[in-house]
């Protein structure tokens, strides 16, 4: 295995493995708005790490939760992206987290036929290296205790980076705030979410926080504007928080309010029926009164 940096000119390694071959084309404008993303961020300091490993000779893996996939499906320039860890100063970070000199993890992923081989635990002391290196005084990130995505796995679990040194800083329900200190770190801390007075007369105002980072949070968006933009008395409104200020406002990232209430302060799924399981922005819209 190595792993690397990506450079500007490569943004292709940093979105192919983010859905199975089969979804591509489904998250396709997602993986685009992804890569501007990377591109903008890249310039307030984000760093993307991959692993890659060697094609080997298999034609097919086993992807869980998928099924047998075309090992070149998963390939790039002959090399398997098999998982990749992003961070950033926090001060520059997009999620809803205040400190000082922090390299904050926007993400970490791992493809699910490279689970439990040590993949994440490698890019994480790379980055740790890097982030000394770079006179960061520590490393940030928000996780979650018990939060299963797509019905089969742990979605940014606090117990993997309990395991890698960090340990709780703060906590908002089942998200936790995580530092590795370097030493001298000041502590972080959340910006916590929002109650808005938002309800008008007759009317029941839903808002959906998605970001161009994640190819899901557009593909949740787009589901929602299709099915519940125009629905009854239900006003919707799409907040994009690409941008640091407009998360500062609002102290959600991804998620849903209704009425000024917040429903989930995280990536919320949207389908029951869909494999993407949880089934909770539809459910949730489906259940609001009268529409
Ligand atoms: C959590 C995750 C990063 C772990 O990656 P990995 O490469 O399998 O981890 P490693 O092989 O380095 O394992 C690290 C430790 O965690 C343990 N571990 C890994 N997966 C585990 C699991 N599913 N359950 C319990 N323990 C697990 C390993 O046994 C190892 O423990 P040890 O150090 O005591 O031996 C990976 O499962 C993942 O990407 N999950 C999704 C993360 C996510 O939600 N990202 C955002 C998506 S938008």
Redesign the pocket.
């Known amino acids: 295995m190595q792993i690397r940096e990506l450079r500007k000119d490569e943004f292709d390694f940093a979105t192919i493995p983010g859905a199975d071959p089969g979804f591509r084309k489904t998250l396709k404008q997602g993986m685009s708005l992804r890569k501007e993303f990377l591109k903008k961020m890249m310039a307030k300091g984000l760093c993307i790490l991959v692993a890659l490993e060697d094609e080997g000779k298999e034609e097919k893996m086993d992807y869980p939760g998928v099924g047998q996939v075309r090992t070149k499906d998963l390939s790039l320039k002959g090399k398997i992206v098999a998982?990749l860890i992003e961070y950033l100063p926090i001060e520059e970070t997009n999620f809803p987290a205040r400190g000082k000199n922090l390299a904050f993890i926007d993400?970490?992923?791992?493809i699910p036929p490279?689970?439990?081989?040590?993949?994440?635990?490698?890019l994480m002391e790379t980055l740790l290296k890097r982030a000394h290196l770079r006179n960061f005084s520590g490393a940030a990130v928000i996780a979650y205790e018990k939060e299963s995505?797509w019905g089969f796995?742990?979605?940014?679990?606090s117990?993997?980076f309990q395991?890698v040194g960090f340990r709780q800083v703060q906590r908002d329900g089942n998200s936790i705030l995580m530092l590795k200190n370097f030493g001298t770190a000041k502590l972080p801390k959340f910006i916590l979410p929002q109650r808005k007075s938002t309800s008008k007369p007759g009317r029941v105002t839903a808002g959906l926080f998605w970001r161009g980072q994640?190819p899901?949070s557009w593909w949740v968006k787009t589901l929602t504007e299709e099915e519940f933009g125009k629905s009854g008395n239900l006003e919707s409104s799409f907040v994009n928080t690409d941008d640091r200020k407009t998360l500062e406002k609002s102290g959600i990232t991804f998620g849903l309010r209704i009425d000024g209430k917040v429903i989930y302060n995280r990536?919320p799924s949207w389908d029951v029926e869909n494999p993407a399981g949880g089934g909770e922005v539809k459910k949730v819209l489906k259940s609001v009164p009268s529409v």
Do not use: H, R
């Open positions: 998982g993400c970490i992923w791992v490279f689970w439990k081989k040590g993949i994440a635990t490698s995505w796995f742990d979605y940014m679990p117990w993997f395991k994640c899901y990536m």
